[in-house]
């Protein structure tokens, strides 16, 4: 195998931004306070999804038939679903399945697969990028005690396929996605072959706090996109590594620079702070891979931050927000957390961040401006779910949270994970 | 009387390194030296021979009843040796040193009482196949360390004895050495894979099992074709790091062939055995952590084991508790067992 970056490599074969309802021009011009104003908007559908099992089905499609349906966005597509599996997939905090809390529950994923294929979608890839692994996505699967079958009996007729998108896969090239505007962090990113090779692409992500970008949604479902073999540690100064060895820190704290066949950072000067880093990282990706549609899996979930602790971090908030606007689909999910989408750094989520929101925003990708937003299906204000609240406070017990503790002083992260 | 030097084994909490959620744990067992010499020498007793370190600070009692059980789990001894502060204490008549010894001694009387698991037959999916020396050595024996440590349960098959090697119930064979086997040899893998068994290969080796129609191979790095009713993965280029052609291997031969899989076990190292002749079965964990796993959780040990083959009971064996009957926990359509606490050593005995 040979994994080697092509310089220059812009996708034209399909218009990425196509659908995306991306509006670029002028945007970095605008004062802050018009980005909201002038950043696309798309509805959200909203609603309480009380367990796993039998009821995700039908309250997803009843979602999705409230955002317009999904017909026109994937009949005869090929649809790419990005997941969200980090980390090791057999830890569990206590006896608690990882899809409980970490990770995207298979059943949302099979029923998303299911509606896809019913609304015709042609072929259904399945993406992730596992760490440290180059292995099939099927066996990360299996270590997770799913059964990938399960994915594939749960379409009516579209091809189900899988991809390792930690590294060149099944490609014999990475593709260059350059940021619309010049990037954030980088200009361009080199991503797995599976990203372009499609026609619509689904965020379909966890709803949960994150210790290094305040929250865990569709938007920062993207960061793992960006293949470790590039990316990651122990990368290769000079080209991508056949195998992705570790995590994502080489983004998380700019120690050193990624492999010079792909594009470098802007700003090599720029902060290492990586509540600095991480949400322009993110912002930068959703602007150069447009998400069609984002699917949050919010029936249960987990506070204070991916392994961050124990069992006492399991929620339930019960909710599934889906949306074709990434960004709107982010507010309105955040909003269900019980944060305001419009706060910036220093504020609650995003105490020790930038506002991954608000970054995104900025880039034109969509507004997070509720009052542009419609919210469809259930009402932010009867459904939503508090996760600082629901945090157990200084005595170990859940919803102790006390809500002096929200107002941190902004500073440097924890150490946090992709 | 076969005795085998290894390195001292344990890693309790001083020597164990937890990396963190994007990287592993680092684990030292003899266990895998054990299995391998009784893979050259079928039928003999194996005893373990090595010095525990002589360090600033002495091995704890966990540690010492590592050394005894990680021998144990795979049907060996380990021929007791002390470090020199532990037995200067003992010869002192220091009560925290006698409170070791005592829990040296129960822990050996706890595997003499179950005598009968050290005639159980490690089973698993994969069998590796190697000399396990001269050139071949090292790949060959860091793959069965990083095998298992990987939870990829797997048969030794010594080449030099492969032509008489029992490849029945296996799924797949891998072929670790470079060197190509004698004519005579070949058959025996061959006919494995005709008969529907994956076949392993190096590139150096590919040449002697050529298979047919090329088949999609999602391990990269591998040239995978039919093989009468089985398949050859033919791997494309050398394989350098153990520590990949481990994972590959798992990847090959699929984790829907584990026997067992477990849950927070990162810092244990599992066994999976059968009782000869029979069905019954013994999952055995080694805990390597000495301790907490999680200081940030405040927790330990909450290992989740799920298997799926058929049984009718599983009774829980700890060192320092009475057997207990495990309750299953349903999780989807799966059937789970959650282990209570326990601080070295647990065994699964699973009735069918």
Known sequence: MTAMAHRGEIPTRRSLLKNSGLVMAGAALLPRTAWSATAPSAPVALARCDSYGAGVLPTLGKMFDQIGGIGSLVKGKTVAVKVNMTGNPDIRAGFIPIERMTFTHPDVIAATVHLLSAAGASRI???????????????????????????IRASTGAKVEFE???FLGFGNKYIRFPVPKGGLLFPAYDLNHSYYDCDVFVSLGKMKEHRTAGITLAIKNCFGIIPCTIYGDNAPVDEPGLVPQ??????????????????????PKSSRDEGYRIPRCIADLVAARPVHLSVIDGIESMNGGENSG???????????????????????????????????????????????????????????????????GAKISEVAFDFRKSRPGPDGKPGGWPEKLNRVRPGRGAPGRG | MYPYAGPPPGRTQSWFRFSGPTGAP?????????????????GKQIWLAFEPPQEEQSPNEAAY????????????????????????????????????????LDTVAFFETHSAWRGYVHQGPLAIISTFAGDNE??????????????????IVDRLHVASADLTGLRAALWVDSDPPAADVVAKPAGFARRGGLLIVPHTVARLFKGEGALDCAVPGYDLRTFGKGTVAAATRDWADPYFLAADAHDLVSRRYDPIRIFNGPSYWTHYSVAPGGNDRLIQLVSFAGGSRFPRMGRSNDVTVRFPARHSSVTLHRLDSSPEALRPVKDGDHIEYQLPQFAVYAALEVKA
């Not at chain 1, 890839?125 to 799913?146: H, V």
């Not at chain 2, 220091?94 to 040296?104: H, L, P, S, V």
Request: aromatic share 8%.
């Open chain 2, 138 to 155: 090292f790949m060959g024996t860091e793959l069965l360390n990083l095998a298992a440590r990987g939870n990829l349960q797997y048969r």
């Open chain 2, 65 to 104: 009843k590592v050394a005894v059980v990680d021998a144990a789990a795979v049907g060996a001894w380990w021929i007791l040796s002390l470090d020199e502060k532990l037995s200067q204490a003992l010869a002192a008549g220091n009560a925290e040193a006698a409170k070791t010894w005592r829990g040296i």
């Open chain 1, 246 to 267: 570790g995590g994502r820190m080489l983004i998380h704290n700019g120690n050193r620079a990624i492999p010079k066949s792909s594009p470098q950072e802007l700003d």
């Open chain 1, 125 to 151: 890839r399945i993406l992730e990028s596992p760490q440290r692994s180059a292995g099939p996505l099927e066996e990360f699967f299996i270590t997770a005690g799913w059964d990938p079958n399960d994915f």
């Open chain 1, 310 to 376: 124990g069992p006492e971090n399991y929620v339930k908030p019960h909710l599934l927000v889906a949306g074709k606007n990434v960004v709107c689909t982010d507010a309105v999910g955040a909003a269900a957390m019980g944060f305001d989408p419009m706060a910036d750094r220093g504020a609650t989520p995003f105490e020790r961040c930038d506002s991954t929101l608000h970054l995104a925003e900025r880039l034109g990708v969509g507004t997070r401006d509720l009052k542009r937003i419609e919210v469809v």
């Open chain 2, 26 to 42: 680092w684990i030292d067992s003899n266990s895998w030296v054990a299995r391998l010499a009784a893979a050259h020498a079928p």
């Open chain 1, 164 to 166: 390792n998108t930690n």
